[in-house]
């Protein structure tokens, strides 16, 4: 069974930084891409309301969301099986239910939230200013 747990979520104000975590457990495939979700507050509906901020593929090549770009990392610990996201100069824009998925696929070029099996519960991100 596979399971998605993200942590380090909370509040800060703006211009602060977060490291958001993602432990992968029961996930056997060698292809992976996962990716870092945002839903912003009051959106819902999965397929419109999630926004991929940052991605990583199997070979390690990342693809960022321009209103993240500079401020976010995305990265994959391949031992621990652990996703992360260093978010740096946090704006209130950033606020949101940040969920971390992952799918099987070599590359993340298509991000769709419907593409994605597994995912994690969700952490809450709230920058203030």
């Known amino acids: 069974q596979v399971q998605l747990v993200e942590s380090g979520g909370g509040s800060v104000q703006a211009g602060g930084s977060l490291r958001l975590s993602c432990a992968v457990t029961g996930y056997t495939d060698s292809r992976h891409c996962m990716v870092w979700f945002r839903q912003a507050p009051g959106l819902e509906g999965e397929e419109v309301a999630r926004v991929p901020v940052a991605r990583i593929s199997t070979d390690g090549s990342t693809i960022y969301a321009d209103s993240v770009k500079g401020r976010f990392t995305i990265s994959h610990d391949n031992t621990e099986n652990t996703l992360y996201l260093q978010m740096n100069s946090l704006k209130s824009d950033d606020t949101g239910m940040y969920y971390c998925?992952?799918?099987?696929?070599?590359?993340?070029?298509?991000?769709?939230?419907?593409?994605?099996?597994?995912w994690g519960q969700g952490t809450q991100v709230n920058v203030s200013t």
């Open positions: 998925a992952v799918k099987d696929s070599y590359w993340c070029y298509d991000a769709r939230p419907k593409t994605f099996l597994y």
